[in-house]
């Protein structure tokens, strides 16, 4: 089945230092891949997509890329701010058929704290 | 507006006692999904439906029911709760017309749970 691994967190940086979460995936079928940001009690917000591969995703400074050899699409932002304290999914949908189509499979999250 | 509906946002009840959380989308999508999210785990699927009347069990769907009579109605009834489901419910839609896995999938705000 499909599966999502993400790099353990918690995650602590300054603010203006350089994110990288790393995101790699297994699928059976031709994802597309996602990274979603969950604000402290806020519900869930699309941050980027990626629906093929060398594809590649932006979003308020984050970017990730579609990378089918290495089945990675990890999540990147050259200068995080306070602001972007949060936890972060990243996520895959297949279109192969049977029960997972449609279906959104999630990593575990990765909590990111950005400190002044 | 898009948007995906849950009720109630948070609710504190006791082992036993059922309770329906609603889900309702304004967008006409044939697939809606419940999950489940909790720390370490990531979202995991408790059931999911592709239309009326066809619902099926995702990864998680013991202690769950669902039904589908309405396009635009998915509730998550929890026959007789336990704490071990005390979590952060999602309701999440997309559409599925044209078999594409990057249709945007739209989430609700989150219903937080807790069972006493």
């Known amino acids: 089945g499909n599966s999502v691994t993400q790099m353990e967190g918690p995650v602590t940086l300054s603010e203006e230092a350089f994110l990288t979460i790393n995101c790699t995936y297994t699928?059976?079928?031709?994802?597309?891949l996602f990274w979603y940001v969950q604000y402290p009690g806020e519900g869930l917000q699309l941050l980027l997509k990626?629906?093929?591969?060398?594809d590649k995703g932006s979003n308020k400074g984050f970017e990730a890329t579609y990378r089918k050899e290495t089945t990675s699409f990890h999540l990147e932002k050259g200068s995080v701010q306070v602001s972007d304290s949060a936890v972060y999914f990243c996520?895959?949908?297949?279109?192969?058929?049977?029960?997972?189509?449609?279906?959104?499979?999630f990593g575990q999250g990765t909590i990111l704290t950005v400190h002044p | 507006e898009a948007q995906v509906t849950q009720n109630p946002r948070y609710l504190i009840t006791v082992t036993g006692k059922k309770l329906t959380v609603t889900c309702s989308q304004n967008?006409?999508?044939?697939?809606m999904s419940w999950y489940r999210q909790d720390p370490g785990l990531g979202l995991r699927q408790i059931y999911y439906s592709m239309n009326v009347e066809v619902t099926d069990k995702g990864d998680v769907p013991e202690g769950y029911k669902v039904s589908r009579k309405e396009k635009r109605n998915f509730p998550l009834i929890l026959e007789s709760p336990s704490p071990n489901q005390t979590s952060l419910y999602f309701c999440a839609s997309r559409r599925l017309a044209g078999g594409r896995s990057g249709n945007t999938i739209y989430f609700g705000e989150g219903s937080w749970l807790t069972v006493v």
């Open positions: 996520a895959l949908s297949d279109n192969a058929g049977g029960t997972s189509y449609g279906k959104l499979t």
């Open positions: 990626a629906t093929k591969a060398d």
């Open positions: 699928a059976t079928g031709y994802p597309s």
């Open positions: 967008m006409n999508h044939e697939y």
